[in-house]
């Protein structure tokens, strides 16, 4: 069964401040791997999505690294704003139980203080 | 890119009664999900609305509570049956077209229960 972490659970940064979340998960047989935000309250956002041929995706201040072999997937954020503040939520989509299936971490909250 | 919308945005329930969520995309899309967001917690797939056939659901969750429709490709509803305090919860939609391509979510209907 696919398992997915996220560490850590919550981070708090000054403004400014380039940061790196952690994602991991148990099963490498994926077939993309997705980067979510959250805000309080709300629906989900996609960030960036990688396949598990790629070795990483960029948007913006934000990029994405996926090492598949290990389970591990990394995001990178730069020079960080209070904007960025949210929940971000790794989430990998792989096979289970006859069909293609996303499964999810329990997310990092993320506070950029201005 | 696909738009979700969902309705109700928000409802508060009694015990006992039911609540069908409806989930409407603007375009045709391949997979439909539904999943559940307990407060303080990640997302977890209640089960695949499948179209013209019954949905697919996940272990735990189960028809006679949660009964699923997919009339077509753009439009899906859940029901939320004879609700408990418990159900008390975010439910959100989501959609993808291939397994390869990003999958995107719904605002989310925040469900209390009385």
């Known amino acids: 069964k696919q398992e997915v972490t996220q560490i850590p659970a919550a981070l708090s940064v000054p403004e400014g401040e380039n940061l790196v979340l952690n994602c991991s998960f148990t099963?490498?047989?994926?077939?993309?791997l997705q980067w979510f935000r959250q805000d309080p309250g709300k629906g989900l956002t996609s960030l960036l999505l990688i396949q598990s041929s790629q070795r990483e995706q960029t948007s913006g201040r934000l990029n994405a690294s996926l090492d598949k072999s290990s389970g591990r997937s990394t995001l990178y954020i730069a020079a960080s704003q209070p904007g960025d503040s949210a929940t971000y939520l790794c989430a990998v989509r792989h096979f289970q139980g006859g069909s293609e299936k996303l499964v999810f971490g329990k997310g990092t909250k993320l506070t950029v203080n201005p | 890119s696909a738009v979700i919308s969902q309705k109700p945005s928000r409802d508060i329930c009694q015990r006992g009664t039911s609540l069908t969520i409806q989930c409407q995309v603007d375009?045709?899309?391949?997979?439909m999900f539904w999943y559940r967001q307990q407060p303080g917690q990640s997302l977890t797939l209640i089960a695949t609305a499948n179209q013209g056939s019954e949905a697919t659901y996940e272990s735990g969750f189960v028809i006679d509570k949660f009964p699923i429709s997919r009339p077509n490709l753009t439009f899906s509803t859940l029901t939320v049956s004879n609700m408990s305090p418990e159900d008390s919860s975010i439910y959100l939609c989501?959609?993808?077209?291939?397994?390869?391509?990003?999958?995107?979510f719904g605002p989310g209907t925040r469900l209390t229960v009385l």
């Open positions: 099963d490498s047989a994926i077939y993309n």
């Open positions: 375009s045709q899309v391949t997979m």
């Open positions: 989501s959609v993808a077209g291939r397994v390869t391509d990003t999958q995107y």
